[in-house]
C-alpha cells in the first residue's frame, strides 16, 4: 500500500501535468496572435467597465460570507466581521498558492475565528461544496439551453452531476443517521477520537437536515455564479465586443469546471486556457479572446487576493502560525 508522501509525489506529478498540457495547448493557440492588434486593442480599453468587472467580482465575498454564516450550525453563531475575514483570507490563500492549501486554511480559520470547532468547521466546507457543485450544474444547462455542448464539456458535466448526487445523498443520509449530538467527551484511543470527530461533523451537517437552509446556501452560490458571469459581460464591454449571452456562460462554464482542482497559484494558465478555448468555439478572434481571458482572470484575481490581504493578511498568518483551538 503506498505510503502518504507517495500519494502526495503521485498527486503533485498529476496536476503538474495537467498544468503543463494546459499551458502547452495555450502556447500553440498563441502562434496564431497578431501581437500589433492585441496592443492596439488595449488602448481602446474602457477602464470604467474594468471597474465594473473587479467590483462585481468582488461581490463574490459578500456572498460567500453571507452562505458560510448561513450553514454554520444553528447552535453556533459567527460575527460578520469574522467570517468575512475567514472567507476573503481564505480566497487570497486559495489564489495565491496552488493545491488544497486555501480550503484547509478556511477551515482552519472559521474553527479558530468563529470558535465552532474544526468538525462543524468541515461540514460548513462540506455543505459549500455540494451547494457549488449544483450551481456548477446549473450554469451548464443554461449553456445546453443556448447551444450544443461541446464533447468535453458534456462529459465532464455528467461526470459532476454523478459525484454530486452521490455525495449529496450520501451526506444527507449521514446528517440525519447522526441527528443527536455524540458523547462532549471523545474516546482516549487514536480510532475512538477519529469515529467521534466524524459523528461531530455528521451531526454538524445541520443544513441539509433543513431544505430551507440548504436552499438558501444553493441560492447563494447561484448568486456567485451571476456575479462572476456579470463580470465575463463587462470585461467583454471593455472591449466594446456585444457577444451573445451564451458565450459568456459558456466561458464560465469552461473556467469553472477546469478549476475545479488548483493546479496551479491562482489558476495562473488553466484559467486562460479554458477561457481562451471558449471563445475560440465560438468564433472570438484569437486577438480578443486572448485579451478577454487575460483581462477576465485579473479582474477575478485583483479582489480576490487584494481584499483579504488589505482586511487581515498579516493577522491570518499570525494566527495560523500560533496553537490551534481544542476541537
Same mark, same amino acid.
Given at each position: ?10 498527486? @503533485?506529478?498529476?496536476r ?12 500553440? @493557440? ?11 486593442l488595449?488602448r ?6 474594468v471597474?465594473?468587472?473587479v ?14 454564516r ?11 466581521? #469574522?467570517?468575512?475575514?475567514?472567507? %476573503? ?17 478556511? /477551515?482552519?480559520?472559521? @474553527? +479558530? ?9 468541515l461540514?460548513?466546507y &462540506?455543505?459549500?461544496? /455540494? =451547494? ?9 444547462i443554461?449553456v445546453?439551453?443556448l ?17 454530486? #448526487?452521490?455525495?449529496? /445523498?450520501?451526506?444527507?443520509v ?10 462532549? +467527551?471523545p474516546?482516549?484511543s487514536?480510532?475512538? +477520537? *477519529? ?6 461533523? =455528521? ?6 437536515r &433543513?431544505? +430551507? ?13 451571476a ?20 458565450? =459568456? ?9 477546469? &478549476? *475545479?482542482? %488548483? ?6 494558465? /488553466?484559467?486562460?486556457?479554458a ?6 468555439? &465560438?468564433?472570438? #478572434? @484569437? ?14 484575481? *485583483? ?8 482586511y ?7 494566527e495560523?502560525?500560533?496553537p490551534?483551538?481544542?476541537s
Open positions: 500500500m503506498p505510503d502518504a508522501r507517495s500519494s502526495w509525489w503521485l498527486s @503533485a506529478l498529476l503538474g501535468g495537467f498544468l503543463v498540457g494546459a499551458t502547452l495547448l495555450l502556447l500553440v @493557440a498563441l502562434q496564431d496572435i497578431d501581437w500589433a492588434r492585441l496592443l492596439q488595449l481602446t480599453l474602457r477602464i470604467s467597465w471597474a465594473l468587472a467590483g462585481l467580482n468582488g461581490s463574490i465575498l459578500v456572498l460567500w460570507s453571507l452562505q458560510w448561513i450553514l454554520v450550525p444553528g447552535e453556533n453563531s459567527v460575527p460578520w466581521a #469574522s467570517m468575512f475575514l475567514v472567507v %476573503s483570507s481564505m480566497a487570497m490563500i486559495s489564489n495565491s498558492v496552488p493545491f488544497m492549501v486555501g480550503q484547509a486554511s478556511g /477551515v482552519l480559520l472559521l @474553527a +479558530r475565528y468563529g470558535g465552532i470547532g474544526h468538525a462543524p468547521a461540514s460548513v &462540506t455543505m459549500e461544496q /455540494v =451547494a457549488e457543485g449544483i450551481a456548477k450544474i446549473v450554469v451548464v443554461g445546453a439551453m447551444a450544443p455542448l461541446p464533447a468535453s464539456l458534456a462529459r465532464g458535466v455528467q461526470g459532476l452531476a454523478v459525484l454530486v #448526487s452521490g455525495l449529496a /445523498v450520501t451526506f444527507v449521514l446528517a440525519f443517521r447522526f441527528r443527536d449530538p455524540p458523547a462532549a +467527551r474516546p482516549t487514536a480510532l475512538g +477520537r *477519529i469515529k467521534h470527530f466524524g459523528a461531530r461533523w =455528521a451531526h454538524s451537517l445541520e443544513g441539509l &433543513t431544505p +430551507r437552509v440548504f436552499g438558501a446556501g444553493i441560492a447563494l452560490a447561484l448568486g456567485m455564479k456575479a462572476e458571469f456579470g463580470g465575463i459581460l463587462a470585461v467583454q464591454q471593455s472591449l466594446g465586443l456585444d457577444l451573445p449571452m451564451g458565450t =459568456a456562460l459558456l466561458v464560465l462554464a469552461s473556467v469553472n469546471f477546469a &478549476t *475545479i482542482v %488548483s493546479v496551479s497559484p491562482g489558476n495562473l494558465g /488553466v484559467f486562460e486556457a477561457s481562451f478555448g471558449a471563445y475560440r468555439l &465560438t468564433g472570438v #478572434s @484569437a486577438e480578443h479572446a486572448l485579451t478577454l481571458s487575460l483581462l477576465q482572470h485579473a479582474c477575478y484575481v *485583483i479582489p480576490m487576493v487584494g481584499v483579504g490581504y488589505l487581515g493578511g498579516r493577522r491570518v498568518f499570525v495560523l502560525q500560533s490551534p483551538a481544542p
